[in-house]
């Protein structure tokens, strides 16, 4: 059983950055995909930002051209790089990787089965 560790969430102001990082207990070599997704009060997960096996990218429209996502597989860590940011992205942030086969990087939570706890990420306008 894999467990995804998130760090680096806090409050700033708007317009400002920060970088999110997941450790994971195994090689994020050994997962076809892994994936941010975050959630505020009252509304539904929201896929961020998806890389596979091969580095291949997804990122929601909202944070295109903002956001960043990426991975070390010597350190077995991935990261969700964020700048620009703005009252809108405020919400809990959850790293989750998935080991199955798909043509394709999805942003569905349904489609990834291993979870993290969540960091916390505030914006302030």
């Known amino acids: 059983q894999v467990q995804l560790v998130e760090s680096g969430g806090g409050s700033v102001q708007a317009g400002g950055s920060l970088r999110l990082s997941c450790a994971a207990s195994r090689s994020t070599s050994e997962f076809w995909r892994m994936a941010w997704f975050r959630q505020a009060p009252g509304k539904e997960r929201e896929g961020v930002a998806a890389?596979?096996?091969?580095?291949?990218?997804t990122h929601a429209d909202s944070v295109k051209g903002r956001f960043t996502i990426s991975k070390d597989n010597t350190k077995n860590t991935l990261y969700l790089q964020m700048n620009s940011l703005g009252p809108e992205d405020t919400a809990m942030y959850y790293c989750?990787?998935?080991?199955?086969?798909?043509?394709?990087?999805?942003?569905?939570?349904?489609?990834?089965?291993?979870w993290g706890q969540g960091t916390q990420v505030t914006v302030s306008s």
């Open positions: 890389i596979d096996q091969h580095g291949i990218t």
């Open positions: 989750a990787a998935e080991s199955r086969f798909t043509k394709t990087v999805p942003l569905e939570a349904n489609k990834y089965s291993a």
